[in-house]
């Protein structure tokens, strides 16, 4: 059971805009900064959205993140195929003095 | 250009023990709070330890806590990880990342069996 909860999977249609949400609490969503990771198969974990909002260089535009309280919501809008693979949320919990996952997304493009 | 890379997973049988460094290049490692997060095949991600640029504070999920022990080598750009008393639940890709509370890169993986 991880301590942060995503929906297990989600799925679109190429061209549209799909999100996925990461729900929290006031001890790590709600008082500290929400990454979004996107896992390819096979690969390792790559950085999509850090600070909650913030897109590394080489990110297209399409990938968005907000935050709100204690939940968080990454969005991928002019859905591709390539974007079909996992994504987590993560941030630091205070309670656990540790980093916490989210169990992961996955979304595949119809 | 940031380059994390692990070596030192293996087979082991358990209540075994394994060392896994991590090779840091392309940044200022000892200015960078350092993690370690392991992946079970077809399961998600969970953090394992992390550790203060000093190597001064270190941090562990109550699952290894007691069994592994993280460290750093900030004259070498070296990240390791001693894990002990090996279960078979501890089979993963495990994960050398930068930052502590806030990871940002992360390494290719390296690999822990845990089986007789």
């Known amino acids: 059971q991880s301590v942060l909860t995503q929906t297990p999977s989600a799925s679109g249609t190429p061209g549209q805009r799909v999100t996925i949400s990461c729900s929290g609490s006031?001890?790590?969503?709600?008082?500290?900064?929400v990454y979004w990771y996107q896992q390819l198969p096979g690969t390792a974990p790559k950085v999509l959205i850090y600070?909650?909002?913030q897109r590394p260089s080489g990110v297209p535009d399409r990938f968005s993140g907000s935050k709100s309280g204690t939940s968080a919501s990454l969005a991928i809008s002019g859905l591709r195929s390539e974007d079909e693979a996992d994504y987590y949320c993560?941030?630091?919990?205070?309670?656990?003095?540790?980093?916490?996952f989210g169990g992961g997304t996955k979304l595949t493009v119809l | 250009e940031v380059h994390l890379v692990e070596s030192g997973g293996g087979l082991v049988q358990p209540g075994g023990s394994l060392r896994l460094s991590c090779a840091a290049s392309?940044?200022?490692?000892?200015?960078?709070?350092m993690s370690w997060v392991r992946q079970a095949t077809g399961k998600g991600l969970e953090w394992v330890s992390g550790?203060?640029?000093?190597?001064?504070?270190?941090f562990y999920a109550d699952s290894v806590k007691g069994r592994f022990t993280i460290s750093r080598d900030n004259s070498k750009n070296t990240l390791s990880l001693q894990l002990n008393s090996l279960r078979a639940e501890d089979t993963a890709v495990y994960y050398c990342?930068?930052?502590?509370?806030?990871?940002?890169?992360w390494g290719q993986g390296t690999l822990v069996t845990v089986s007789s």
């Open positions: 550790i203060s640029t000093s190597g001064g504070s270190t």
């Open positions: 392309g940044f200022t490692f000892s200015s960078y709070g």
């Open positions: 006031s001890s790590n969503i709600g008082s500290k900064y």
């Open positions: 993560a941030t630091w919990d205070d309670s656990l003095s540790g980093v916490v």
């Open positions: 600070r909650n909002n």
């Open positions: 990342a930068r930052g502590a509370a806030e990871i940002d890169y």
